[in-house]
Every structure is written in C-alpha cells, then in structure tokens.
C-alpha cells in the first residue's frame, strides 16, 4: 500500500479512536493522545509493510539466492548447449566468434558461482542474450548445411554474432564491477 494511503486509513483510525478513549471510557486527554499515535503507528506501519510486521531478511536471502540458483542453472545449460555446437561449425570466423562468447559466459557464470548477489547484475545475459546465441550458433550450423545460403542471410548471422560478442563483453565487464553500471551513460 502507498505512503498516503497508509497515512490516511491510519489517521482515519486514530481519529476514531481518540474521542472514543476521551469521551467514551474516560481517559484523560493526555493519555487518549498517547495511545492514538501508538495506534496511528502501528497502522501506519502494518499497511506500509503489506500486513507483514517486517519482511524476515532470511526469507528475503533466501528468495534471492534461488533466483541466483535458477539463473545459474539456466545459464549453464544454455552454456553446455554453446560448447556442444561449438566444434560443429564448420566456417573457422563463427566458429571462434562461438567459442569467444563460450568463453566470456564461462568466465561470468564462474564469477557469479562464487557471488552469486552479481546473479541480477547478469541476469538479462543469462535470460535473453545466451539463449538467443545458442539460436544464432545453431541456426548457423543450418545454414551451414544448405548447398547455397542466402548471402543476406549469412551477412546478418554474422553481424548478429558480433553484436553479442560485444554485449557478453559488457555484461562480463558489469559483472566485474557492478557499481560501475552506475557510470554507464549509453
């Protein structure tokens, strides 16, 4: 729930429950006031917080490490799928274009197996960019496979290629050194 909606069902209860603790059981003013703003607080507090009296932090550590785990795994199978098309490919240009970015991803995934709070700082690496280079790798090897590929289709392949050679190199970079993606004014 929002900062003001919060305030405002919490300043709706304490309102009610002043005049109902001075005027209906009594209490003097002072103390009416008192518990009104521990009321008030509290409410406030509760609504701020989504009904939890505080998120535990062993619950929050624990959902990011399984995020971290799952992107891990994702990303070794993809990198597994990677490695495996590598040595297929018959054109020696793609093919190094491959095991470079087997490399880099090898590279990241070993750093974030060791920490694994860079997970998120690679997480669109390992969720978008590896899996669509095990598809430009593998659709490669079909083209590979026609008697006469497109030209067009062949050119295209390639610059894809080296686009995400030079995405994992910067994700690779973030992953070094998050709080330089700070610095980033691309």
Known sequence: MGRETATLVAGVAAAIVLPMLTLALKFPFWLSAIITAGIFAGVWYLLRSGGHAGLEDEDLIAARSETARGLIED???????????????????????????AKTTDAVLTDVRANTDRAMVVRRLFTFYLPNAVGVAEGWQTLERHVNPSPVRVQQTRDTMRALNEAFVKYAQDADAPEMQELDTT
């Open 75 to 101: 990303a070794a199978t993809s990198l597994a799928r990677l490695k495996r098309v590598a040595p297929l490919i018959r054109d020696q240009t793609m093919r190094g274009e491959v095991q470079s970015l």
